[in-house]
C-alpha cells in the first residue's frame, strides 16, 4: 500500500475509532454518575456563528440556534478526532502505527485536553479551563478523564487498525 493511502487510512480508523471510544467513556460516566456531556449542537451552533464573526459567546446555549447544528456539531467532533490521529501519526511515524505502545497515545491523548481548556470553553462561554462553569474542578476533571479515554481509545484502536491494515 502506497504510504500517503496509508497514513490517511490508519488516520481515519484509528482517529473515528478513538473519539467512538472517548463517546462510549461519556456515555458510561452520564449513565453511572448523571453527569451531562457536552451537548454537540452547542459546539454545531458555535461553528455556525463563525461565519458571521462570532468566536466567543458568553452562553452558547443562548445564541440563536443554527440551522443543522446537532449534525454539525457531531460531524466536528469525529473530524477533530480524526484530525488529533493525523497529528499522532505524524509525530510516531507509520511504524508506531503498525506496531503501537499504549504510552505516546494516552500522553497525546490527556495533551489535546488544551483544546477545550483554551479554544472550546472560553468559546461557549464557560472561560478558560471551564473557569466560570458552577464547578470549574470536577469540569476540569471530567475533561481530563475524557480525554485521558481518547487517548486509550488511539491505543486500541491503533492496536485493532494494526490487525486489519498489515504493512
Same mark, same amino acid.
Given at each position: 500500500?502506497?504510504?500517503?493511502?496509508?497514513?490517511?487510512?490508519?488516520? @481515519?480508523?484509528? !482517529?473515528?475509532? +478513538?473519539?467512538?471510544?472517548?463517546?462510549?467513556?461519556? @456515555?458510561?460516566?452520564? /449513565?453511572?454518575?448523571?453527569?451531562? =456531556?457536552?451537548?454537540?449542537?452547542?459546539?454545531?451552533?458555535?461553528?455556525? &456563528?463563525?461565519?458571521?464573526?462570532?468566536?466567543? &459567546? #458568553? +452562553?452558547?446555549?443562548?445564541? +440563536?440556534?443554527?440551522? !443543522?447544528? $446537532?449534525?454539525? !456539531?457531531?460531524?466536528? &467532533?469525529?473530524?477533530?478526532?480524526?484530525? *488529533?490521529?493525523?497529528?499522532?501519526?505524524?509525530?510516531?511515524?507509520?511504524?508506531?502505527? /503498525?506496531?503501537?505502545?499504549?504510552?505516546?497515545?494516552?500522553? *497525546?491523548?490527556?495533551?489535546?485536553?488544551?483544546? =477545550?481548556?483554551?479554544?472550546? #470553553? =472560553?468559546?461557549?462561554?464557560?472561560?478558560?479551563? +471551564? %473557569?466560570?462553569?458552577?464547578? =470549574?474542578?470536577?469540569? $476540569?476533571?471530567? %475533561?481530563?478523564?475524557? &480525554?485521558? %479515554? *481518547?487517548?486509550?481509545? @488511539?491505543?486500541?484502536?491503533?492496536?485493532? #487498525? %494494526?490487525?486489519? @491494515?498489515?504493512?
Amino acid at each position: 500500500m502506497d504510504e500517503t493511502l496509508e497514513f490517511l487510512a490508519r488516520t @481515519l480508523l484509528v !482517529g473515528a475509532g +478513538a473519539t467512538a471510544v472517548m463517546d462510549a467513556w461519556t @456515555l458510561f460516566i452520564k /449513565r453511572c454518575f448523571g453527569t451531562v =456531556p457536552l451537548d454537540y449542537a452547542m459546539v454545531g451552533r458555535w461553528i455556525g &456563528h463563525l461565519p458571521r464573526g462570532r468566536f466567543v &459567546h #458568553q +452562553a452558547i446555549a443562548r445564541a +440563536a440556534p443554527v440551522r !443543522g447544528e $446537532r449534525a454539525i !456539531g457531531w460531524g466536528a &467532533h469525529y473530524a477533530i478526532g480524526i484530525a *488529533f490521529a493525523a497529528m499522532l501519526l505524524a509525530i510516531a511515524g507509520l511504524e508506531w502505527a /503498525r506496531r503501537p505502545t499504549v504510552a505516546l497515545p494516552l500522553v *497525546f491523548g490527556v495533551l489535546t485536553v488544551a483544546a =477545550p481548556f483554551f479554544v472550546l #470553553q =472560553p468559546a461557549l462561554g464557560a472561560g478558560i479551563a +471551564a %473557569s466560570r462553569t458552577p464547578r =470549574p474542578g470536577a469540569a $476540569r476533571l471530567r %475533561s481530563l478523564m475524557t &480525554h485521558a %479515554s *481518547f487517548g486509550l481509545g @488511539l491505543a486500541l484502536s491503533a492496536w485493532l #487498525q %494494526s490487525l486489519v @491494515l498489515r504493512a
